[in-house]
């Protein structure tokens, strides 16, 4: 079964907060979600480091002799590192590694 876990950007603080495992979801929903918040949820998986792959995460792999980097993203029917129009399938996510967050680190996107 699929664990279901989430953190919040939170605009005014610049911070992000994870959901203690201690706090009901719904308490961490409702203290914490808010317009002034962006919610994001745990995917399931791990990247090479055994680091928790968030929803817009930015996970670097190699494809051959090239380094793709891009944000984890819901795409279809799974979680996919998107960028621009088109999804790169990253064949075993255990090959990728979280370099850091949209909210955190934008210019890891050149953005």
Not at 24 to 45: D, E, R
Not at 55 to 82: C, H
Request: proline share 3%; hydrophobic share 40%.
């Amino acid at each position: 079964m699929k664990e279901i876990r989430f953190r919040a950007w939170f605009n005014s603080m610049e911070k992000m907060i994870y959901k203690d495992d201690n706090v009901h979801i719904s308490t961490f929903l409702g203290k914490y979600v808010t317009t002034n918040s962006k919610l994001m949820q745990f995917t399931g998986l791990k990247d090479s480091k055994g680091i928790d792959i968030y929803e817009n995460d930015i996970v670097r792999w190699k494809q051959g002799d090239i380094v793709v980097q891009a944000m984890v993203s819901w795409y279809l029917f799974g979680w996919s590192p998107f960028t621009g129009l088109s999804v790169i399938p990253i064949p075993y996510y255990k090959e990728c590694e979280v370099i850091g967050n949209i909210y955190e680190n934008k210019e890891l996107l050149g953005k």
